[in-house]
């Protein structure tokens, strides 16, 4: 159950951020934490 919330407000945030930063910066964070979760 939490994790389905989790992701539906991430989701949600990722909608928000990308209303108020330029796509291209909110790609642009989304590609490092990518990175770091790889490492």
């Given amino acids: 159950m939490m994790k389905e919330q989790t992701l ?10 990308r209303k108020f930063v330029g796509k291209d910066s909110l ?7 990518i990175l770091r979760d790889e490492q």
Wanted: hydrophobic share 45%.
């Fill in 8 to 17: 539906k407000i991430s989701k949600a945030t990722v909608v928000i951020l």
């Fill in 27 to 33: 790609e642009k964070k989304l590609q490092r934490l």
